[in-house]
C-alpha cells in the first residue's frame, strides 16, 4: 500500500522529536517583542521569554534531520509534486540555462518547517494528534498553492469606522493590521518605542497571486495597490500614498521580503473610510478597473490622475495648486487657443449644477490658473478674488482639490461612450459644442 503524505508527514515528526528529545539540552530560550492591539490600534510593546525553536531545529540538529530516512522520504514525495518541481525548474533555468529534473535541494528546508512550525504550536517535544492534524492541514493547502504569494501594503493616513473584519474588493482585501505584521512592519527602536506613523496603523492590503517561478512579484502588486488608493482618493478626501510592500508575513513555509523603502510623511489629512461606504465604493473601484485606463486612448485620463496623485502627496500647498491644475490641463486643455479660456469654459460646463453655479466655477477656475501662472513664472502669489472674497492660500488648493476629483470621476464615465484614436478630442469637441446648443449639452449630461 503507498503511503499518504500525511503517514509520511507524521512518520517524519515522529523520529524527528526523538531528536529533539535527545538533544533537549540545547534548547534555549531568548526574550522576544510582542506589540499589543487594543480595538484594532496599538497599545504596546510586551517581552516574553520563549524558546528558540527556529535556532535549534535549523542551527543545532538540522544536519541530524537530513539524514534520516524519513526526512529523505517526505522531501522527495514534496520535491515531485508538479507544482513545486515546475517551480524551482523555472527558477534554477532562468538563473543558469539548465533545467534539473531533481529540485529536492531547494525543497529540503519545507520538512525542516513542518517540524518548526508543530514545536511552536506545541511548545514541547511531544507529539500531539490534534496538533499535527492542524499543521499538516496548513502544510498540505501551502503545497497545494504552492506557488500563492501574500502581499501585504500598511496603509498610513487611513482611518477606519466600523466593524473590525475584512472586507473583500475583487482581489484585494483592506482588513485590520495584526499584531505580528505590525511588528514586521513598524521599526521600533531599542527603547521600545515605535513612532508615530507605525503607531496609527490600523489597516493594510493584502493580496494574493500566484507565480511560475521566484520571479519578484511586487511590480505585479504595486499597480494594483496603486490603482485601489487612487479609487479612495478618488471618492474621500484625504491624503493616501503608496506603502512599503511586505510579501509571506503570515507564511510559515515561505521567505519574508519586502520592498524597497518607501518614506512616510506626515500628511494634512487624514482619509476616513466607512464600512457603510463599502458598497457604494466597490461599485466606484470596479467601474475604475474597467475604464481601461492604461490603453493609449486613455492616456490624457491616466496623466490627470497621476497628477492629481502626486498633488495629495505634496507637502507644499503651492506645489499641490501646481499639480491640480497640471491635472485639470491634462483634462480640458485640448486643441489650440487660450488655455485660460479652454479651462475655465469647459471645466465650468462639465462641474457646474446651474447657471449661477457655472458662472462661480468659471470665475475661480480662471483666476486659479492666473494663480498658478504666477507660481510657475516666479511671480510669486496673485491675489484671488471672486465676488468680494478674498481666497486663502488653502481654500484655494482645497477647491481645486474638490474640482479634480469630481472632473477625474465624469471622465472615467465619459470615456466609456467613446472609442478609437483622438478620444479626449472628441469629448472636448462635445464638450464645446454643449456650450452653444443646449440639447447637445443635455445629450452630454447623460452620459455622466
Not at 528529545?21 to 484594532?40: A, E, T, V
Not at 507529539?127 to 498540505?140: C, G, L, R, T
Request: proline fraction near 2%.
Amino acid at each position: 500500500m503507498v503511503e499518504t503524505l500525511q503517514s509520511i508527514s507524521k512518520n517524519f515528526l515522529h523520529k524527528s522529536l526523538d531528536v529533539c528529545l535527545q538533544n533537549n539540552s540545547s534548547l534555549q530560550k531568548i526574550p522576544d517583542d510582542f506589540l499589543i492591539l487594543k480595538n484594532g490600534k496599538f497599545k504596546k510593546i510586551i517581552q516574553k521569554t520563549l524558546p528558540d525553536y527556529d535556532f535549534f531545529v535549523e542551527h543545532t540538529i538540522s544536519k541530524k534531520l537530513v539524514v534520516l530516512p524519513q526526512f529523505e522520504i517526505l522531501n522527495m514525495v514534496v520535491s515531485e509534486k508538479p507544482l513545486i518541481k515546475e517551480y524551482y525548474r523555472n527558477f534554477q533555468g532562468e538563473r543558469s540555462g539548465n533545467y534539473p529534473l531533481d529540485v529536492q535541494e531547494y525543497t529540503n528546508q519545507l520538512p525542516i518547517k513542518f517540524l518548526i512550525r508543530y514545536l511552536q504550536i506545541q511548545n514541547k517535544f511531544t507529539y500531539d494528534e490534534n496538533i499535527f492534524s492542524k499543521v499538516f492541514k496548513e502544510f498540505n493547502y501551502f503545497l497545494e498553492n504552492f506557488s500563492q504569494d501574500e502581499y501585504i501594503m500598511p496603509l498610513y493616513n487611513f482611518s477606519y469606522k466600523g466593524e473590525l473584519k475584512p472586507i473583500k474588493f475583487g482581489t484585494i482585501t483592506l482588513r485590520p493590521i495584526t499584531s505580528k505584521e505590525l511588528k514586521f512592519i513598524s521599526e521600533y527602536d531599542d527603547q521600545k518605542k515605535i513612532n508615530r506613523f507605525d503607531s496609527e496603523l490600523t489597516h493594510v492590503l493584502v493580496m494574493y497571486i500566484s507565480s511560475k517561478n521566484i520571479g519578484n512579484g511586487f511590480n505585479h502588486v504595486k499597480p494594483k495597490f496603486q490603482l485601489f488608493l487612487d479609487a479612495l482618493t478618488l471618492n474621500f478626501k484625504g491624503d493616501l500614498r503608496l506603502g512599503r510592500i511586505f510579501s509571506n508575513i503570515n507564511y510559515t513555509w515561505k521567505s519574508f521580503d519586502k520592498s524597497q523603502k518607501i518614506d512616510v510623511f506626515s500628511q494634512q489629512n487624514k482619509l476616513n473610510f466607512s464600512q457603510n461606504d463599502s458598497d457604494s465604493f466597490r461599485i466606484f473601484f470596479n467601474t475604475l478597473k474597467k475604464s481601461n485606463i492604461f490603453e493609449p486612448e486613455n492616456l490624457f485620463l491616466m496623466m490627470a490622475i497621476n497628477r492629481f496623485r502626486t498633488g495629495l502627496t505634496r507637502t507644499s500647498l503651492e506645489d499641490r495648486i501646481i499639480d491640480f491644475i497640471t491635472s485639470l490641463e491634462s483634462l480640458y486643455a485640448s486643441g489650440s487657443g487660450d488655455i485660460t479660456r479652454k479651462l475655465s469654459q469647459r471645466g465650468s460646463m462639465l462641474l457646474s449644477k446651474n447657471e449661477e453655479s457655472r458662472e462661480d466655477v468659471y470665475n475661480f477656475i480662471k483666476s486659479a490658473y492666473n494663480f498658478r501662472s504666477g507660481l510657475v513664472h516666479g511671480e510669486g502669489q496673485r491675489e484671488v478674488t471672486i465676488n468680494g472674497e478674498r481666497f486663502t492660500l488653502r481654500k484655494i488648493c482645497d477647491d481645486l482639490e474638490d474640482l479634480n476629483r469630481k472632473s477625474i470621476r465624469i471622465y472615467l464615465k465619459l470615456v466609456k461612450h467613446y472609442s478609437g484614436k483622438n478620444k479626449n478630442k472628441k469629448i472636448i469637441d462635445d464638450i464645446d459644442n454643449s456650450l452653444i446648443n443646449r440639447q447637445k449639452f443635455m445629450k452630454l449630461k447623460q452620459k455622466f
